[in-house]
């Protein structure tokens, strides 16, 4: 929905408003309209790059963030995200109008912007480390950080050639990354797909033209394997909803790229998901997936037992499924798949509205242990850039999986040594470590683990 008149935008306020009463039957959400009214008010006359109203951006914002089930504070503090930047609001006004919580989350995401540094690259890496901080503090920050970036990237074609360049690789290399790294699959994609198609148009046209010529043949075969799927599962007597789904663009392009394949040459482009009601179903499915088609054993994986390092649960198999053609088929419980799309936003409702089981609240705390250990490992560093340096390594590099003496399952980056094990232990057992045993055999510190290793430091 455009918002191009103030009708619009009361109609997306009460939009916000409902979506806040369905995830929160008690939250007052009069605080919406306060907070709109003094946004609109604040803002004023104030203009986009595409000579919209101002207003619209931190509506928008506030709209995404409510689909994402955030709380009332966090789509307040969204409305009002640049008030204290931009107009003359100031952070006594928010806390006297508001609450101190809401002005902390408005004042720490202006605080990101509000630098002035000697050159353009200490300014940019200054802004980053003080974002990845702020997680530290309150993860709803950086959720309004992460959604302010994707609509700002929705309207990018508004700013010049050269700004468009700049912060789609910014949002390429800096805020898709940290949006999988909280497990937020839906913003994670759309951040890729809108900066690879300014960075590499040509690629990006030349992949989203050859998808949609053939769209028609590949809705043909999804829909045969999710009826093939569905009579397996309906025989067994497995409640499951079954669809299909296509990667995204950017992750076609990464793939063609590091394998050197042709877009026909990628079988898993296209994926059949499969979402049971519990665990055991997920296991009885896979199997009878297994009875029905020869499976590709080097492509199963198991992120159930072994969740990726952002939260991330699924079986993940191939098989040679109808007509002979390679058939991606992914099978996780209804709770896995809200969590691998939302991330750390889908335990926001448990977390703070309707209370988190020890279950839930460890695999909480695990998706985001990353941030912590990050900051660990980059406290000594005074540098700014060498700070972002440090923090891309960790956000891109692909994970491995290593063994405590106690069999645990230990999450790390490719690259890993027995010090950056030992600090995913706990703080104390990396400042004490003086050396390791990998395999049962003593080996340097520096020594790179591999997946499957026995640590003991």
Avoid at 74 to 79: D, F, G, H, P, Q
Avoid at 143 to 156: P, S, Y
Wanted: hydrophobic share 35%; with cysteine.
């Amino acid at each position: 929905m455009v918002l191009t008149n103030q009708s619009d935008l009361s109609e997306k306020i009460e939009s916000i408003k409902n979506k806040l009463i369905t995830n929160y039957p008690d939250t007052d959400v009069t605080m919406i309209d306060k907070a709109y009214e003094l946004a609109n008010k604040a803002h004023g006359d104030q203009r986009r790059r595409s000579g919209e109203p101002y207003i619209i951006h931190p509506v928008a914002v506030a709209d995404i963030l409510a689909d994402y089930q955030m709380d009332v504070e966090t789509i307040v503090a969204a409305l009002l995200h640049d008030v204290i930047e931009d107009t003359d609001v100031t952070y006594e006004d928010l806390e006297a109008d508001f609450n101190g919580e809401i002005a902390y989350m408005v004042e720490s995401v202006s605080k990101m912007t509000r630098m002035k540094y000697q050159t353009k690259e200490e300014s940019q890496a200054e802004y980053i480390r003080k974002m990845v901080l702020s997680m530290t503090n309150d993860l709803r920050i950086i959720m309004i950080k992460l959604v302010d970036r994707l609509h700002n990237m929705r309207t990018l074609e508004y700013m010049s050639s050269q700004k468009q360049i700049e912060k789609s690789a910014e949002t390429l290399n800096i805020y898709a990354p940290i949006a999988n790294r909280l497990g937020i699959q839906a913003i994670r994609a759309e951040l890729e797909d809108l900066s690879f198609s300014y960075l590499k148009p040509k690629e990006y046209q030349t992949i989203e033209h050859d998808l949609r010529i053939t769209d028609n043949e590949r809705t043909e075969y999804i829909d045969e394997a999710i009826r093939a799927v569905k009579e397996i599962l309906d025989t067994a007597g497995i409640e499951a909803k079954v669809y299909g789904r296509t990667k995204n663009i950017y992750s076609i392009y990464r793939k063609m790229k590091n394998t050197g394949r042709k877009l026909d040459q990628i079988y898993d482009i296209f994926a059949v998901r499969i979402i049971t009601k519990n665990i055991a179903d997920c296991y009885v499915a896979l199997g009878l997936i297994h009875t029905k088609w020869h499976v590709v054993p080097t492509k199963l994986k198991d992120y159930i037992t072994v969740p990726k390092a952002n939260g991330y649960q699924s079986l993940h198999t191939t098989v040679i499924g109808p007509d002979g053609n390679f058939l991606e088929i992914q099978i996780r419980t209804e709770e896995m798949h809200e969590r691998n799309e939302y991330g750390v936003a889908a335990h926001w409702k448990y977390k703070e509205g309707r209370g988190m089981s020890k279950g839930k609240e460890k695999r909480y705390d695990d998706s985001i242990s990353w941030i912590r250990q990050l900051i660990n490992w980059t406290s000594d560093i005074k540098n700014a850039s060498d700070f972002v340096e440090t923090m891309k390594v960790d956000l891109l590099n692909e994970e491995i999986f290593v063994y405590t003496p106690q069999q645990d399952i230990i999450n790390l980056p490719s690259g890993s040594c027995p010090v950056d094990f030992a600090y995913r232990i706990h703080t104390n057992v990396g400042n004490h470590c003086v050396g390791a045993k990998v395999n049962n055999r003593i080996e340097p510190l520096n020594y790179e683990l591999k997946n499957g290793d026995l640590v003991e430091i």
